[in-house]
């Protein structure tokens, strides 16, 4: 027999987050769906936490988030969210989309504030093959942005 069953679980809840987190989850939906990359600051609370797959250090603040995502959503292809979990305080989104002919699956594990603001983004995506490739190209892309902005 395991040890899992003789630590105490934390209390899950499950449902629907409050009234905030769910705007700002439209909100968020919207900003994907157009790839309005200037609105996503508004979402973002100044000290956001990013954590990419691409790294295990945690990443701080608005401009390296939407930095990032503008480089990772310019390779991506036919991203789509198939479906959300929701607990207190955010959202699980499940999501599927193409890296050239190869496809990816992953999740956005996404926490809000009490006024809807994005606080905390996680990003887990498999296969790893598919996830480095992606990686790699969004490195290059977010250099060169890096360099024509400098």
């Known amino acids: ?12 809840e499950t449902g629907l987050p409050h009234q905030a987190a769910q705007a700002g989850l439209k909100e968020w939906h919207r900003i994907v769906a157009s ?4 609105s996503l600051p ?6 956001v936490v990013f954590r990419s797959p691409a790294s295990f250090e945690p990443l701080h603040g608005k401009d390296t988030m939407v930095a990032i995502l503008r480089a990772v959503f ?12 929701g607990s207190k305080t955010g959202y699980v989104l499940e999501f599927s989309a193409r890296v050239g002919d190869e496809m990816l699956f ?7 504030d009490q006024e809807g603001k994005i606080t905390d983004f996680m990003v887990m995506m498999r296969p790893a093959n598919v996830v480095m490739a992606l990686a790699a190209e969004a490195g290059k892309r977010l250099a060169a942005n890096q360099t024509s902005a400098a």
């Open 1 to 12: 027999m395991t040890d899992f069953y003789l630590h105490p679980t934390p209390d899950i």
């Open 74 to 85: 310019s390779v991506l292809q036919d991203f789509k969210y198939l479906r959300h979990f």
């Open 35 to 38: 790839l309005d990359w200037d």
């Open 42 to 47: 508004e979402l973002l609370t100044e000290d």
């Open 106 to 112: 992953g999740v956005d594990l996404v926490e809000f």
